[in-house]
């Protein structure tokens, strides 16, 4: 049996929030090891809105999801830190001055410092309990867009009515051959100025739009789908062929284990103190869309600013010795050193 790992803060989450803590761990001395769930690093920006803009984020008038993240990894690089994917902390417990903590692969850390940056906590796709598309997840029905221009004229049906179901049927329709539009009310719920860009890609006859409709079965051989199948509150069957099929029913949004750590939670979120960003717990943070205080926005620019404070008191905590004195990264050579600068 190995050892735990030795970590000056363990890191759960790799969302924007999570990896910008890095960074201001990093340039205070402290050593990370981020932790998440997904295949992949970015959290929501990566998961759910890889292609879309994003205006807001303080001195980058407009950004990706993914170029954000993509920045950010780039900001981070001098500090080597481990970032461990498909895989989740499931068990956190105090001993003395410091935790312990065990992922689901049976990894164990001991740090003084726990940032939770989970954001909605271990997020995952509602999906229709229906066997055959259980069936093709993976090759022809999909739950998100990794990468838009897989969609590149292909025969692409999409489910839902919400904000993600609409922007993607108006942003795939410039790229694929056909685009066909399902949702099992006649109303949408997504931004108006959407709504009216589908109906008018409708009208052009670019979008197919079934409404009263909901997916009834998948259809293809072993390794391909070929067609789907719909079901109309009249009992209605359809078939529809197509390449692929992406389904928008929204995210199932559960806090999971750390349901049970024996937070003060506020809803599905963390309660932390505005000065430290520390949660009820000694040494343990939360920040990003999971913490909650009285005004929480969730916004990224505000995860940013929680990781900012929390690493400072994590120093604290972590070189209980040492004196921290506030530097500008502007002026301070010991921080430039840290990043590399020469
Ligand atoms: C469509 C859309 C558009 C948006 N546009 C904007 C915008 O324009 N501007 C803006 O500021 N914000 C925007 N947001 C919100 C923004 O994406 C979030 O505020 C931001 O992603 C929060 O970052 P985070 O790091 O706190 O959490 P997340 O990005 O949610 O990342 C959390 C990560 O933690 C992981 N995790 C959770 N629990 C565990 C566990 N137990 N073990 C291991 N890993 C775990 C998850 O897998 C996830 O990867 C948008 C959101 C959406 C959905």
Redesign the pocket.
Same mark, same amino acid.
């Given at each position: 049996m190995t050892d735990p790992i030795k970590t000056d803060c363990l890191i759960?989450? =790799? $969302?924007?929030? @999570?990896?910008f803590a890095v960074f201001e761990l990093g340039i205070l001395g402290l050593s990370a090891h981020i932790?998440?769930?997904?295949d992949k690093? %970015? $959290?929501?920006? &990566?998961?759910?809105?890889p292609d879309?803009?994003?205006? +807001? !984020?303080p001195a980058l008038p407009e950004c990706t %999801?993914l170029s954000l993240i993509e920045n950010l990894q780039k900001q981070i690089k001098p500090f080597n830190t481990p970032i461990d994917l498909n895989?989740?902390?499931?068990e956190i417990r105090q001993e003395q001055n410091s935790w312990f903590v065990k992922?689901t692969q049976g990894k164990e850390f001991i740090t003084p410092n726990i940032f939770? =940056?989970? @954001?909605?906590? #271990?997020?995952e796709p509602r999906k229709p309990p229906i066997e055959s598309v259980t069936k093709y997840e993976g090759i022809g029905i999909r739950y998100s867009v990794p990468d838009k221009n897989y969609y590149l004229n292909k025969n692409v049906v999409i489910f839902g009515g919400g904000? &993600?179901a609409l +922007?993607w049927t108006v942003e795939l329709s410039k790229i694929a051959k056909h685009i066909t539009l399902i949702h099992r009310r006649d109303e949408f719920k997504a931004v108006n100025h959407t709504v009216e860009q589908m109906k008018q890609l409708v009208s052009e006859g670019k979008v197919t739009l079934y409404t009263k409709n909901q997916i009834a079965d998948a259809n293809g051989n072993d390794d391909h789908l070929s067609s789907v199948s719909i079901k109309s509150t009249d009992g209605e069957i359809k078939s529809i062929d197509c390449d692929e099929v992406l389904i928008f029913y929204g995210l199932k949004m559960e806090?999971?284990? !750390?349901n049970d750590w024996g937070l003060n939670l506020h809803e599905k979120q963390i309660q932390v103190n505005t000065e430290d960003f520390q949660t009820n717990l000694p040494g343990v943070f939360a920040?990003? +869309?999971? #913490?909650y205080y009285p005004g929480k926005l969730?916004?990224?620019? &505000?995860?940013f600013h929680e990781a900012a404070l929390a690493a400072q008191e994590a120093f604290r905590r972590a070189r209980p010795d040492e004196v921290l004195t506030f530097r500008y990264t502007t002026s301070s050579t010991d921080i430039q050193k840290k990043l590399g600068v020469k």
């Open positions: 759960i989450g =790799a $969302g924007p929030v @999570g990896l932790v998440d769930n997904l690093i %970015g $959290g929501q920006c &990566s998961e759910l809105y879309k803009p994003i205006y +807001d !984020i %999801g895989d989740r902390i499931d992922t939770i =940056a989970g @954001g909605v906590g #271990s997020f904000d &993600s +922007d806090l999971g284990p !750390i920040m990003g +869309d999971i #913490s969730k916004l990224i620019l &505000s995860g």
